[in-house]
Nanobody, 117 residues
Framework: QVQLVESGGGLVQAGGSLRLSCAASRSTNNMNVIGWYRQTPGKQRELVATIDSTGTTNYASSVKGRFTISRDNAKNTVYLQMNSLKPKDTAVYYC???????????WGQGTQVTVSS
């Protein structure tokens, strides 16, 4: 079992920045993919960015060049640096952990990001 706790959401003006953090309850060093997803009311949860245990990253086209995902294995924490935020980035952002060794995956409780125009 892995518990994930997100933080760092809030209200920001368009063009501003926020950094989200996802702290895991145990080591995330090996054989996993940790990602950020977002969801708005009435829509499906969508991928924002992922990073695997080798450090390989993947981004949705809508955030490429503006968002950066990174991980600090010593702190069992994954970050999402969000720059040049737009109103359409407004959503609840969720952290996700997927093991590459088992079918297990876990979700955090979500953190609200609101970008005003």
């Amino acid at each position: 079992q892995v518990q994930l706790v997100e933080s760092g959401g809030g209200l920001v003006q368009a063009g501003g920045s926020l950094r989200l953090s996802c702290a895991a309850s145990r080591s995330t060093n090996n054989m996993n993919v940790i990602g950020w997803y977002r969801q708005t009311p009435g829509k499906q949860r969508e991928l924002v960015a992922t990073i695997d245990s080798t450090g390989t990253t993947n981004y949705a086209s809508s955030v490429k060049g503006r968002f950066t995902i990174s991980r600090d294995n010593a702190k069992n924490t994954v970050y999402l640096q969000m720059n040049s935020l737009k109103p359409k980035d407004t959503a609840v952002y969720y952290c996700n952990y997927k093991s590459l060794l088992t079918p297990a995956q876990y979700w955090g409780q979500g953190t609200q990001v609101t970008v005003s125009s």
